[in-house]
């Protein structure tokens, strides 16, 4: 190889070498810039990971409640029925000896009375019209005044077995009555969790079937109605948020009022009085009570009480007492202030009868 021909390959190799490193560290290239990502940073992530609270969704509206409009009353309590009840109203008598506590279907009651008998113990006469319970008792024996009450009431009287006089005004005025002990035991049951006299039981549905069966009269002769105050009437009177009797046994009743139910409740011998059957408490919104005149009338103590008055007491409402007269009118006890009929608020309603000089108090506590 030639020198010349030499030297023309190194010239090629250094031009080469030259161009290679200006490519390398010469003046940098421009570089296209990439366009703006539209979407923000956060846009794939819930607000909650993006660190921003979540704005709660606007709950719907509620829909107002829609007014029941009942076309008929049930007469007893003043409450709204949805069909005319012609039956006649069933007065049972429960007794209230402590081994007869608590009692079953007391709190199904339109009106219940509770009244001495003898041994200063009470006792209840409950009227049933509005409501069937299934279970009532322990059924007892009848005494005059509470027929008196179930004479006026038009209803028909159950009970096992009488005192003389409470038979006696029975036969003489002709009264509607079922009595366990003398011929009408298919209508009552024992019961086998208590022993004797506290274990005597009936229900609506039985009662009722013996008045078919016996034909006994079904239609109601109602006495005059009860006046029912309007549901949105305010009471006025004296505080009356707790109301305190005590017998002289030394039990005790209490009614202590909610006012966010609108009722009484009702306490016995300083517990709740409840309801066997559902554990539930009584409760009224009406409590009358009642001073009349009591005596002993034999060498088994037993009593007669005045039920048909004209007398005086006071009528617990809405937390409020006030004091009034009572009488028994058309067949019913009924009070008054200044000679007009003081109206009862819808719903349940406990006559209390004591004897004068019985202490009764009333307070503000709840």
């Not at 006994?216 to 009177?237: C, H, Y």
Request: charged share 25%.
């Amino acid at each position: 190889m030639s020198i010349k021909r030499g030297w023309h390959k190194a010239l090629i190799l250094v031009l080469a070498l030259t161009m290679m490193m200006a490519g390398c560290g010469g003046k940098p290239q421009a570089v296209e810039e990439e366009e703006p990502d539209p979407t923000p940073p956060f846009a794939n992530l819930d607000e909650t990971e993006a660190g921003q609270e979540e704005e709660p969704e606007p709950e719907p509206e509620a829909e107002p409640e829609e007014e029941i409009i009942y076309p008929y009353t049930y007469p007893l309590t003043g409450l709204g029925a949805m069909e005319e009840v012609k039956d006649r109203p069933i007065l049972v008598l429960v007794e209230n000896h402590k081994d007869a506590r608590p009692q079953s279907g007391l709190i199904n009651a339109d009106i219940v009375y509770e009244i001495l008998v003898e041994g200063e113990i009470t006792r209840f006469a409950a009227i049933y019209h509005s409501e069937k319970p299934e279970v009532i008792g322990p059924i007892r024996s009848l005494r005059p005044y509470f027929a008196e009450i179930g004479a006026g009431w038009d209803a028909l009287i159950v009970h096992a077995g009488y005192s003389p006089a409470a038979i006696e005004l029975v036969k003489n005025r002709g009264l509607d009555h079922l009595d366990e002990i003398y011929g009408d035991g298919a209508y009552y049951w024992r019961s086998t969790e208590r022993s004797a006299p506290h274990n005597l039981y009936s229900s609506i549905e039985k009662l009722r079937s013996a008045i078919t069966k016996k034909k006994i009269r079904s239609e109601w002769k109602q006495p005059k109605p009860l006046k029912f105050a309007d549901s949105k009437t305010v009471i006025q009177g004296d505080p009356a948020g707790k109301v305190h009797l005590t017998y002289l046994l030394g039990y005790t009743v209490e009614y202590v009022y909610d006012a966010e139910a609108g009722v009484y409740k009702r306490y016995m011998a300083g517990q709740p009085h409840v309801d066997k059957e559902t554990g539930e408490q009584i409760t009224a919104a009406n409590v009358l009570i009642v001073q009349t005149s009591h005596s002993v009338v034999d060498n088994e103590g037993r009593r007669n009480v005045n039920v048909t008055g004209p007398g005086t007491g006071w009528l617990v409402q809405q937390g409020k007492v006030r004091e009034v007269k009572w009488e028994q009118v058309d067949g019913v006890i009924r009070p008054y202030i200044d000679g007009s009929v003081v109206p009862l608020l819808p719903g349940k309603t406990w006559v209390q009868f004591i004897p004068h000089g019985y202490k009764v108090t009333f307070s503000d506590a709840r």
